[in-house]
């Protein structure tokens, strides 16, 4: 257990829909990172949030947003879902202490089909 | 920007035998290197890490990887396969340019199958 939660754990919806999944990090770790996993893509880092702040944009749409909370949570909006971003989204945390190189502990991700 | 690339999408290998997974980076300075494993239907969970203390990085499980830097490699490596190894194998580098504090950049990955 890595001590990243994610909710929900699978989501079924529908082309043209908005979710959104949920990221609650380590504790102490103020730093968020989101990444997607698909089979045609690979893993790509979608975005990073550290203490409320957006740090920095990876392969992100313009249909998605993130966002973190002052309790350091963080959530990702995925708007006018298409059969294409049917994936698994990993959220990660890091406390970005003691120095590089920073180590990133990965949630269970949660599964998105969009049907 | 920086990459790996891994070779190989699927490595077969028998119980007890050694393990190579290839990882190669493509940066113009030593990046921040890691090895992540993910078991099916879990999240990726860290292996090990490059540091620069030292070019001989152990981890978990009995895994280790050596950094390379004249083959711009930093293979995974463990002597004795078991069973229980069997999973997905990321290698990954994060940007310099971000401290290390940036998203990470991975590889395609390669699954490692152990035949009994």
């Known amino acids: 257990d890595s001590g990243v939660t994610q909710t929900p754990k699978h989501l079924i919806t529908a082309t043209g829909q908005r979710v959104t999944l949920r990221c609650s990090p380590r504790?102490?770790?103020?730093?968020v990172y989101w990444y997607q996993q698909s089979l045609d893509q690979g893993l790509q880092f979608l975005i990073q949030?550290?203490?409320?702040?957006?740090?920095a944009k990876g392969n992100i749409l313009e249909r998605f947003s993130a966002q973190q909370f002052p309790d350091l949570h963080s959530e990702l909006n995925l708007s006018s879902l298409e059969l294409g971003d049917s994936a698994l989204y990993f959220c990660?945390?890091?406390?970005?202490?003691?120095?590089?190189?920073?180590?990133?502990?990965f949630g269970p991700g949660t599964r998105l089909t969009v049907t | 920007a920086q990459s790996v690339t891994q070779l190989g999408s699927h490595v077969s290998v028998s119980e007890g035998a050694l393990v190579l997974l290839r990882c190669n980076y493509s940066?113009?300075?030593?990046?921040?290197l890691f090895w992540y494993v993910q078991y099916p239907n879990q999240g990726l969970q860290l292996l090990l890490k490059?540091?620069?203390?030292a070019t001989l990085v152990k981890g978990i499980n009995g895994f280790e990887a050596e950094f390379k830097k004249s083959e711009t490699s930093f293979h995974l490596t463990k002597p004795s396969a078991h069973m229980s190894d069997a999973a997905e194998y990321f290698c990954?580098?994060?940007?310099w340019g971000g401290g290390g504090a940036d998203g990470l950049t991975f590889g395609k990955g390669t699954h490692l199958i152990i035949q009994p």
């Open positions: 990660a945390s890091s406390s970005l202490d003691r120095g590089p190189p920073y180590e990133q502990y």
């Open positions: 504790s102490g770790d103020l730093s």
């Open positions: 949030y550290y203490n409320g702040e957006e740090r």
């Open positions: 940066s113009s300075v030593p990046p921040y």
């Open positions: 490059y540091t620069s203390a």
């Open positions: 990954a580098v994060s940007d």
